[in-house]
């Protein structure tokens, strides 16, 4: 074990990873000579060479249409999209094809394409370095995706997606990228697509959420000890979902609060709540609630706060329902 | 404007010259030929299966015949093809069943193949979006070490996407051995080209990406072959990518569904069709005595053959599976897969 911070943790995955299996390679905007924007692939050009991680032009539908041939050349791409924004440019070939063309196939071919981008806001940055993008890759057959919180599930997911023989989309929450610290297990370090974690245990209602919202919840946790017992469920892997996980803390509390930052209507916490409704609806003491961004573009950085769910909103919403 | 149209002096011609082309002898050009007359039969009889409701809808590609098989046959058996939906059947090029093809227009997953079986990708169908597949296998080959190239098929009108600029730029800066190849007709369903670019030539693209463009009739099956086998040459030699204009004209409806005397010029479609490529061919085949009334008439009933045993054997195919329904979008489905679904 050594203690690292969450980008860090990518970075070690990927060295890893490289160094594991040789058809791994990695290509994106600035991965090579800068070693990517926020340093994720920092040291992969010197140590597996120009071959394996790759500058590319800046052509987001380019980089993941070609992984799709590199793919039917027998190797395992990596692309990195810059910003979780930069990725909508990449959206037509992930749609119409990456999805797709194992289906198309009749199942004879493999794309286990990897994407991984850092996403979400918090970061003072300008326009469209800030949105969560979850909902568009998680709709899309054929896809998975998972989001990690802290920098073990960052290796360990990311490890995962690159061995999974199905394309997958790593979200990385650049806001915590340098404010979690924990203990990442050295070497290889596989965290398995499709379980979700328990943060924090507790009682009396059940906070679910992933990414930058998990340490927001943990904190709302804490804040709320004494008046509510909080349970955080880190979702993780929002597809394969880790439906058990989901049911079973809400069928220990009877209450669940879904936070997410991405817009409201439509966003994964709608589908969260629907498989509540489902499948919960005799477990549950009360209605369950949403704490989310607004169905705006994410905003100026100056009222960024004002956008992104809070400590506040959170505490909100769970006295809203403790009341109810 | 600028107006590209067949029988400018500047393309590229070998048949109306009649030239000889090195190393294609009376063999090679009567497998060109053979393939000529499949992809036909494949086109005309589809055409009628159409209209006898056993195929679906289906783009015609009457006329394109010569730009398919004279690139095809200057590719090796490893390189890799890249069709648009206007070369559905170009595998048939590579002993793929024309019931395999059949399926496809059928709606019948039955026609859905294994691209590493014949090293043809799956057909696509959104414009141009392939382009960048072509160029990452072609470049994913070259940094194995392999020596396969790939060709990538569109239409003029894909020219104007963004993904087969990101796909060409992409190709062109790795120096995959790819080549670009475009079947311009002059028309992408009822946008002529005038209305698609101001460039005067398509091939005067290939100068912003650093790599030869060429142009040639695509109506000439060895001006094709011809131009094909130098870019090909050029690809193995690890000089990159080159991008070909093959210049024709539509002379028949976009798809099935299309009714084109709404905006073509219909007095050059018949003099189009009465210049189509493979009578073209024929007649120069005739003139060096390499194809007589007889063989003629041998290859095309082996084709009329092999189209009625392709649509017999794919009528015989059973439905589909329902199950197939869940099927080959994952290795490793998500558990909630079939959720909603009645056993």
């Not at chain 2, 500047?10 to 030239?19: K, M, P």
């Not at chain 2, 590609?61 to 046959?73: D, R």
Request: proline share 6%; charged share 25%; glycine share 8%.
């Amino acid at each position: 074990m050594t203690e690292k911070l969450l980008v860090e943790a990518v970075n070690d995955a990927l060295h890893v990873e490289l160094a594991r299996d040789e058809s791994v390679m990695v290509l994106g905007e600035d991965v090579g000579r800068a070693g990517g924007v926020f340093r994720a692939t920092a040291g992969l050009l010197d140590r597996f060479g120009e071959n394996r991680c790759v500058d590319t032009p800046l052509a987001e539908a380019g980089i993941l249409g070609a992984a799709v041939g590199l793919c039917m050349a027998g190797w395992r791409p990596v692309c990195e999209m810059q910003y979780d924004a930069f990725s909508y440019p990449c959206l037509d070939q992930l749609i119409t094809h990456v999805g797709r063309y194992r289906w198309r196939t009749g199942g004879t071919m493999e794309f286990p394409i990897t994407v991984r981008m850092p996403y979400g806001g918090g970061v003072r940055a300008p326009e469209l370095h800030d949105d969560s993008p979850e909902t568009y890759y998680v709709h899309t057959p054929g896809i998975k995706v998972a989001i990690p919180s802290t920098p073990a599930d960052a290796k360990g997911l990311l490890a995962a997606a690159i061995r999974d023989p199905d394309p997958v989309v790593i979200l990385e929450p650049k806001v915590i990228y340098r404010t979690e610290r924990g203990e990442v297990p050295d070497g290889e370090h596989v965290v398995p697509l499709g379980k979700a974690r328990i943060a924090r245990e507790g009682t009396d209602v059940t906070l679910v959420a992933y990414g930058a919202m998990v340490p927001m919840c943990l904190r709302t946790a804490e804040a709320l000890q004494g008046e509510a017992s909080c349970e955080v469920l880190d979702v993780r892997s929002l597809r394969p979902l880790d439906e058990e996980a989901l049911l079973a803390s809400a069928g220990k509390t009877g209450r669940v609060v879904i936070v997410q930052e991405a817009p409201r209507t439509v966003g994964f916490g709608a589908e969260l709540a629907a498989i509540l409704a489902e499948k919960a609806i005799l477990d549950l003491r009360g209605p369950v609630l949403r704490v989310t961004g607004f169905d705006v573009p994410y905003p100026y950085w100056k009222i960024e706060d004002m956008y992104m769910p809070s400590v506040e909103r959170i505490s909100h919403a769970v006295r809203r329902l403790i009341e109810f | 404007m600028a107006q590209v149209a067949h029988g400018e002096p500047e393309l590229r011609r070998v048949i109306d010259e009649d030239r000889e082309l090195d190393g294609v002898g009376e063999q090679e050009l009567l497998d060109l030929y053979r393939s000529m007359v499949l992809l036909r039969t494949y086109d005309e009889r589809s055409l009628v299966y159409h209209r006898q409701g056993r195929i679906g809808t289906y783009a015609i590609f009457w006329n394109h015949e010569a730009m398919q098989a004279g690139s095809v046959h200057a590719l090796a058996r490893e390189d890799w093809i890249f069709p648009s939906y206007r070369e559905s059947a170009i595998g048939l090029l590579r002993g793929m069943p024309p019931a395999t093809v059949l399926h496809w227009w059928r709606g019948h997953p039955a026609g859905w193949w294994n691209p590493s079986e014949y090293n043809v990708a799956s057909i696509c169908v959104p414009i141009a979006t392939h382009v960048p597949h072509a160029a990452g296998l072609a470049w994913g080959k070259k940094l194995k070490g392999e020596a396969a190239c790939a060709i990538v098929y569109f239409g003029d009108g894909a020219t104007s996407e963004g993904a087969f600029h990101e796909g060409a730029n992409f190709a062109a800066v790795m120096q995959a051995p790819l080549i670009l190849f475009c079947n311009n007709n002059q028309w992408a369903i009822s946008t002529p080209l005038s209305a698609q670019t101001r460039a005067e030539t398509l091939a005067d693209k290939a100068v912003g990406y650093g790599m030869p463009g060429t142009r040639v009739d695509g109506g000439d099956v060895l001006a094709v072959y011809e131009a094909t086998r130098e870019a090909v040459e050029r690809a193995r030699a690890g000089e990159g990518p080159s991008f070909i204009e093959a210049v024709t004209y539509r002379a028949a409806p976009h798809a099935t569904a299309d009714d084109p005397r709404a905006y073509i010029d219909l007095e050059r479609v018949e003099q189009e069709k009465k210049n189509e490529c493979l009578g073209r061919y024929e007649r120069y085949l005739r003139r060096l005595g390499v194809l007589g009334d007889e063989l003629e008439a041998e290859i095309k009933s082996e084709a009329a053959d092999a189209m009625r045993a392709g649509i017999t054997a794919a009528e015989a195919e059973p439905d589909p599976d329902p199950e197939l329904l869940f099927e080959n979008a994952y290795v490793i489905p998500p558990p909630n897969l079939r959720e909603g679904w009645i056993d």
